[in-house]
């Protein structure tokens, strides 16, 4: 079992910058992904950025160039960066551990954009 802890969200404006970091109570050396999920109001839930054991960084395309996805297995957190915010980035951010084919989920944190 993982328990996944989101802190960081808020309000922002347009332009703006925010840090979004998740706790894990164990272990994350040998969890295969961390990510970031992100849903907005009437929207499926959507990869933002991953980040593996090995292997690269899987980011989506709406992010690409203004969110960063930092993995830190000596303190257990995987944070992520996100610079030049825009409304549509307002949505409620999950943490996502993908450990042993099992899917583990922080219970999110709120990103508005204001325009």
């Known amino acids: 079992q993982v328990q996944l802890v989101e802190s960081g969200g808020g309000l922002v404006q347009a332009g703006g910058s925010l840090r979004l970091s998740c706790a894990a109570s164990r272990s994350i050396f040998s969890i295969n992904r961390m990510g970031w999920y992100r849903q907005a109001p009437g929207k499926q839930r959507e990869l933002v950025a991953a980040?593996?054991?090995?292997?690269?960084?899987t980011y989506a395309d709406s992010v690409k160039g203004r969110f960063t996805i930092s993995r830190d297995n000596a303190k257990n957190t995987v944070d992520l960066q996100m610079n030049s915010l825009k409304p549509e980035d307002t949505a409620v951010y999950y943490c996502?551990?993908?450990?042993?084919?099992?899917?583990?989920w922080g219970q999110g944190t709120q990103v508005t954009v204001s325009s």
């Open positions: 980040v593996p054991i090995l292997g690269s960084i």
């Open positions: 996502n551990a993908l450990w042993l084919s099992n899917n583990y």
